[in-house]
DNA sequence: TTGTACGCGTTATCAG
DNA sequence: CTGATAACGCGTACAA
């Protein structure tokens, strides 16, 4: 494959002259620059990006970590982060570590190894810790709040949001209140779980272990959570549901099940997807396309400035309300 | 940040040992290899890959095209495609191209640049001309039936798949089959539609324009199509429906306006997604995340063989019987 | 088992 | 406006 050097000397120029055609920089004379412009489409020359990627010391690529593509709340994040990458001609390169710490540290290290000029991190289990250890290499953007930190965040505030599906549950009058979560241990989970028992604290309800379900994260998940619910002999007559997905799983289930939602049954999701819009499902809209967006303007900014100072940007939360609380 | 030579200073080796011990080649007394390692600790040195790139003319990175990572169909796949990429230490470059051609192009243009080791395209608008002129520069596998072409392909065949539901619906009884459809001019769409006039013609049934729906890609859509037939004065009894996300915003819909499926209305949909299990809705397993895993390890073994003679891998599909038809 | 020297293909620097 | 030359950091013949 031919290289600059043979294009400056096909088109009797320097390889100077050649390289500043090529980046369309000013004070090339347009005899030059059309006699090399014919030479690389004589030859059908192509630049070698590695080659740029050296010299320059950046690659127009950053990474994206998330457990699992194939979550509906990854999957907008990712949809929104996709598309200002397009825009702004960036690589986005999606690194599913399915929460595999050593996986997780991988990509960090890309980034200390200069083969991207920066990281989103949409999910994680690493600590704070490990991740500030890497803010030396490159900006990195976690879609989590961790406060202050060496690292820039965007985030809604699950606790708080949380709090005010309870609460709203709470005014419609609804008393016994179970709860769904996708993983037990996340990061966000945790948080919400706080928020859970805070809310029963507060309104001097006893904690229901057997009311906490985990591991919901589809719509067949949902639909399992309904069956356990038919077998407890004390059943919630609301439900806070992680997961529009999962919601709508257990409102279907309850369907055929001849549960009425929300006479028997009150249910309140997160997320705001379609499927629960067709339902009618309450839910707390977490701006979810919103955050891949501001996620990957954060990352580009700090980029383009080499500006490494650490940005938070809270996204607010709603609830919409339709029927099923 | 310290490069190969300061290593090799430091520790009082040459360059090629340092890299030798990088690359963990033989050849290394022990007594200079841990030399080295200490002195890499110490400085906190690591490869600069985009240098590792240029020299290798490797990059361990593939491309994938599609559409709009946020449907199901394609989630799916990247899924599987993502999970064999981090086996085999690959970086998956997402390129949501949203089916502009000028993006794709620059797709194909990233394997000519040596931005990747190859690429897979799992839908597009993108001519198999167009394609065949990349193939010189690196492997690609397509994700569609393109038959005998200079690159490679995985792929259900649609037309058959698509004339065995539509038989499996005749067989049943249903003669009056309306026809639910993603985009109105894709690939695979475009082969549904001909399987579909086909089976017309074979049973003798006059086409019916009203009775083809298109752009139906979520549940939303599936409860707009609903209503649409509902002012039919002339209704399909069964419906064939590509995508069961589609098919259960449809089914869900029908339920809450009183239309039994399938005494009013058989459905059978694509896919084989959660939300069909849980609703018991017939449709057709497409073997989807199959496709991503075995897209990747036809690339991956054109790429470690240097060779470039086309695969072409067939998927079979198969019809899951629930209760919807 | 080890080291020297060169090449990968481009951009940056600086002198004209 | 133009060009010579020095980086960028690593892998690898080839020689020892």
Redesign the interface.
């Given at each position: 494959m031919a290289n600059i050097k043979e294009i400056a000397r096909m088109a009797g120029v320097s390889v100077t002259t050649v390289s500043r055609v090529l980046n369309n920089h000013p004070y090339v004379s347009e005899t030059k620059r059309t006699a090399v412009l014919n030479t690389i489409e004589k030859l059908n020359y192509?630049?070698?990006?590695?080659?740029v990627?050296?010299i320059t010391g950046r690659?127009h690529?950053i990474?994206v970590i998330i457990p699992?593509?194939?979550i509906?709340y990854f999957?907008?994040i990712?949809?929104g982060l996709?598309?200002e990458a397009?825009l702004a001609q960036y690589?986005?390169?999606?690194?599913?570590?399915d929460y595999r710490h050593e996986?997780e540290l991988k990509v960090l290290?890309?980034l200390?190894?200069?083969?991207i000029d920066g990281v989103v991190i949409v999910s994680t289990r690493m600590s704070s810790e490990v991740i500030d250890e890497y803010t030396a290499y490159g900006p990195i953007v976690i879609c989590q709040d961790r406060g202050e930190r060496r690292f820039s965040s965007v985030y809604i505030e699950h606790y708080s949001a949380f709090r005010s599906g309870l609460q709203y549950l709470h005014d419609k009058g609804y008393e016994q209140i179970g709860y769904c979560e996708g993983r037990q241990h996340g990061s966000s989970s945790s948080i919400r779980q706080i928020a859970f028992s805070d809310f029963l604290s507060a309104t001097g309800q006893p904690f229901q272990e057997e009311w906490m379900m985990y591991n919901c994260m589809?719509?067949?998940d949902?639909?399992r959570v309904l069956h356990q619910l038919l077998k407890m002999k004390n059943r919630p007559n609301a439900l806070i549901i992680s997961g529009d997905?999962v919601a709508?799983?257990l409102i279907?289930?309850a369907?055929k099940n001849g549960i009425r939602i929300p006479e028997d049954l009150a249910v309140i999701g997160f997320d705001d997807q379609?499927?629960g819009?067709?339902?009618g499902l309450t839910t707390i809209d977490n701006q979810l396309p919103e955050m891949g967006v501001t996620a990957f303007r954060i990352i580009y900014d700090q980029i383009q400035n080499n500006d490494s100072h650490p940005v938070h940007r809270k996204l607010e939360y709603r609830i919409i309300e339709r029927s099923t609380v």
């Open positions: 192509t630049r070698n990006m590695n080659a990627h050296l690659t690529a990474a699992n593509i194939n509906f999957s907008v990712i949809e996709a598309q397009l690589r986005l390169i999606l690194c599913q570590t996986e290290e890309m200390r190894n200069k083969e589809n719509e067949e949902g639909g997905h709508a799983g279907i289930e369907w379609p499927i819009r067709l339902l």
